[in-house]
């Protein structure tokens, strides 16, 4: 009977062994972490994830899963370092999808060093997870992911450059700009604005094109206020083709902006506007002319000048000079003065002319000179009128600056003599006398 009691407690016990061999299933407190170290990220940098699995127990793991999945502003490498027994894949590039093992205690490292796209915008957001192979159950599910999450803050250092490659100008030529907007990065700058406002004495056309992935519009007239896209690296070039007013004067000073869109900051702003100044140093090419319309004058007659003075350009003039010393052999000389496509100059005068005038490009002032011959006059009759630049005026071209009218003089034709009425009837007697002794004799 004993032994029948021993054989069943043998059963039972054997059985209750049994049932909690197969209850023990496999259980194991996975953990993984994630930070970067930062809350702001900037497009065009990068950043470096620690990203750590572990295993608190109280059974070890083989075959766990690490897995993580870049969002697409990221371009990633990584290695991997085990600590407490834990084993994983050294190094890798792109996603991580790793089998390793934790051991109890056990922990896997994962560095990640990841490029973020120049053109990312909003948030930065990225999860990592580690999962138990089959067979293996969490208690604590929850702690099995994390998340790293970065505001990104766009940074672009915007740069811009304006030259014409000259120190002067002339008023009526042209000047030609090239403007240079550029993005150093980090960051994309899409909707940046280039702008120059162009001084009132420039009248302006200009052409754009882009380069490294930049664009802008690719023509205008007048002020340019354009709306570009700047990608880190890429650049956008104006030329413009300028006409400087004829009238300008003083200096010629002129910039240009290039201005970051709203939500991208430029760490080095300074370099956001360029100026390009000239001095401006008129050109006139004045010329004269005079002219009697004769050859030969009569000494006690009259002569009758037309002086002409004009400004060919490229620049306008405003009190030029205008001088006709008479020689001693005219007397009596008055003028009259009358302007042309906008010259102006004194109405009238008499004697020697010493005038200022304003010829603009393509104007000219006439003068009408009327004076006497002296009676005693001789020889040839020489004269001269010039037109003068006003200071800080240059003429190319001073050799048509002067005109001269020669005449040879010619004297006054003799008196015939008159007689008095009684000489006259003297003559007539004598001349009857005469003709009454031819007839006696032809008797």
């Not at 950043?47 to 750590?52: E, G, K, L």
């Not at 010629?252 to 100026?275: E, F, K, Q, R």
Request: with cysteine.
């Amino acid at each position: 009977m004993l032994q029948r009691v021993v054989s069943w407690v043998s059963v039972v016990f054997f059985m209750m062994m049994m049932g909690a061999t197969a209850a023990h299933a496999q259980s194991s407190d996975l953990a993984i972490t994630k930070t970067d170290g930062v809350t702001t990220a900037v497009p065009g940098g990068s950043v470096t994830y620690t990203i750590t699995a572990s295993n608190a127990g109280p059974d070890p793991v083989t075959g766990a899963t690490v897995a993580d999945t870049f969002p697409a502003a990221l371009t990633a490498t990584w290695t991997c370092v085990g600590a407490g027994g834990g084993t994983c894949t050294a190094s890798g590039s792109g996603n991580i999808n790793d089998t390793v093992d934790l051991p109890v205690g056990g922990s896997v490292t994962y560095t990640a060093t990841a490029s973020i796209s120049a053109a990312a915008t909003g948030s930065l957001s990225n999860t990592a997870t580690v999962a138990p192979p089959g067979g293996v159950t969490d208690p604590n599910p929850g702690n099995e992911s994390a998340t790293d999450t970065d505001t990104l803050d766009p940074q672009a250092d915007l740069a811009i450059t304006k030259t014409d490659g000259v120190t002067t100008a002339v008023p009526g030529g042209s000047v030609t700009y090239t403007i240079v907007a550029s993005n150093a990065g980090p960051s994309d700058a899409p909707g940046a604005t280039v702008a120059d406002t162009f001084p009132a004495a420039l009248t302006a056309t200009w052409t754009c094109v882009g380069a490294g992935g930049a664009t802008c519009t690719a023509s205008g007239s007048g002020n340019i206020s354009d709306t570009v896209n700047l990608p880190a690296g890429g650049s956008v070039t104006y030329t413009v083709s300028a006409t400087v007013s004829a009238a300008a004067t003083g200096t010629l000073s002129n910039t240009a902006t290039v201005t970051a869109p709203a939500g991208v900051t430029d760490p080095t702003p300074g370099n956001n506007s360029a100026t390009d100044t000239d001095t401006i140093t008129p050109q006139a090419d004045l010329a004269i002319t005079k002219t009697d319309g004769v050859t030969t004058v009569t000494a006690g007659g009259t002569v009758t000048y037309t002086i002409t003075a004009s400004n060919a350009g490229p620049s306008g003039v405003a009190g030029a000079t205008v001088s006709d010393t008479l020689p001693a052999a005219l007397t009596g000389g008055t003028w009259t003065c009358v302007g042309a496509s906008g010259g102006t100059c004194t109405a009238s005068g008499s004697g020697n002319i010493s005038d200022s005038v304003n010829l603009p490009v393509g104007a000219s002032v006439i003068y009408t000179v009327t004076a006497t011959v002296s009676a005693s006059a001789t020889g040839t009759l020489s004269n001269t009128a010039t037109v003068s630049a006003p200071g800080g005026v240059s003429d190319p071209t001073p050799g048509n600056n002067s005109a001269t009218d020669t005449d040879t003089i010619t004297a006054a034709p003799s008196a015939i003599p008159t007689l008095s009425e009684w000489a006259l009837l003297a003559l007539a007697g004598l001349v009857l006398l005469a003709a009454a002794r031819s007839r006696r004799m032809l008797r």
